[in-house]
């Protein structure tokens, strides 16, 4: 009896704050993404899978509101649990709210305190909703398995675009800093990256794929491949690193010089491969057909108003006033551009060139 008047005595205390504790842990849903979408009416569709990471079986909730924290208020009424946004990793938003603008989405993120500002952000096309309610019965933790494939390539850097919420709002608040953000697009039951998001201010203007987006990656993402196929030559290169020289000629022309460093890790054409004079025609060919792509992607981001590279930074000079956005636009539209690009690739295993250790052209 009197061990059980001091048990109950002496712990009571103890207990009730670890229950209270484990009471409100339990409470508590932590998310990790918000799917964003336009609703009806001028309305935003807002969702998100609850509970992210508990035993219970998983569902879609989406709401339609007209302020995005509506649909954090609305979750907290809809499920039993309260939805907390500090644990919000991932913010998906399809393509047609990003070309109305970011601006609002953005500004209501960067005020709540909660959200962390290495929240990725992600552009959809396609109906995202639509893909997890099917996908969520075959593999429950999708949502954790995408968070974990952009942090894979955040770290990793090499093959796609990865963005933050704090990069986005440096690019975006900057003159000559023009956002971008990685593209992934639903196919029936696949989520596939697709390339890289282009913005003039907060509007999506247009994004690309495949060639265009490795010479993005190496241009200015990552200045890194870890495989750069080409098919045209019948060759896919590896472990490529690009050194990036830009030069402001005035205001009329700019020159941008690439120094490529790989090796080549695949060649199905019908040449000798084995024959050093192949291996200089691969270095000549893909060169051309470089210089070719990389003009064209930088004509295009001419017609699109947008410089994701960020040439008008080359334009501030100590002591002088800085151009604005608007009037860097006006010189970037009708810029003569110049593209040289020298490759150096070590040779296959066990070629002989008898000309060195690497090829140069």
């Not at 990685?182 to 029936?188: D, H, N, Q, Y």
């Not at 690309?208 to 098919?231: K, S």
Request: glycine share 4%; hydrophobic share 35%; proline share 4%.
């Amino acid at each position: 009896m009197i061990c059980l008047v001091l048990f109950l005595g002496g712990c009571s205390p103890f207990m009730e704050s670890h229950l209270t504790e484990n009471n409100l842990i339990e409470e508590i849903a932590p998310v990790i993404f918000w799917s964003v979408n336009k609703g009806e009416e001028g309305k935003l569709k807002v969702s998100t899978l609850v509970p992210p990471l508990t035993d219970e079986k998983k569902r879609l909730n989406t709401l339609e509101v007209d302020l995005l924290k509506q649909g954090e208020k609305g979750f907290n009424l809809t499920y039993y649990r309260e939805v907390k946004t500090g644990q919000l990793r991932m913010m998906l938003i399809n393509e047609e709210v990003a070309k109305d603008g970011l601006l609002p989405v953005i500004t209501t993120l960067l005020v709540d305190t909660d959200v962390s500002q290495r929240l990725y952000l992600v552009i959809v096309k396609g109906d995202f909703e639509e893909y997890m309610s099917k996908q969520i019965e075959k593999q429950e933790n999708l949502d954790y398995f995408i968070y974990r494939m952009l942090k894979h390539y955040e770290d990793d850097k090499g093959e796609i675009t990865v963005i933050n919420l704090h990069q986005f709002k440096n690019y975006l608040y900057s003159p000559f800093l023009d956002p971008l953000l990685p593209v992934f697009k639903i196919e029936e039951d696949k989520f596939m990256y697709e390339g890289t998001a282009f913005f003039n201010d907060d509007k999506f203007v247009a994004n690309v794929n495949g060639i265009e987006d490795n010479i993005v990656q190496l241009l200015a993402t990552n200045n890194y491949l870890d495989l750069l196929p080409l098919p045209e030559q019948s060759v896919t290169l590896g472990h490529v690193q690009a050194n990036v020289d830009t030069k402001l000629n005035d205001l009329s022309s700019i020159s941008i010089k690439v120094k490529l460093n790989g090796s080549i890790d695949e060649y199905r054409g019908d040449k000798d491969i084995h024959d050093y004079s192949t291996i200089k025609e691969i270095n000549k060919e893909a060169k051309v057909y470089l210089e070719k792509k990389t003009k064209e992607v930088l004509k295009q981001f001419q017609e699109w108003k947008v410089d994701p590279l960020h040439f008008g930074t080359l334009t501030l000079k100590p002591f002088e006033k800085k151009m604005d956005h608007e009037e860097w636009m006006k010189h970037w539209e009708d810029m003569e551009i110049d593209v040289e690009y020298e490759l150096e690739f070590e040779p296959l295993t066990n070629i002989d060139t008898n000309d060195g250790d690497h090829l140069t052209h």
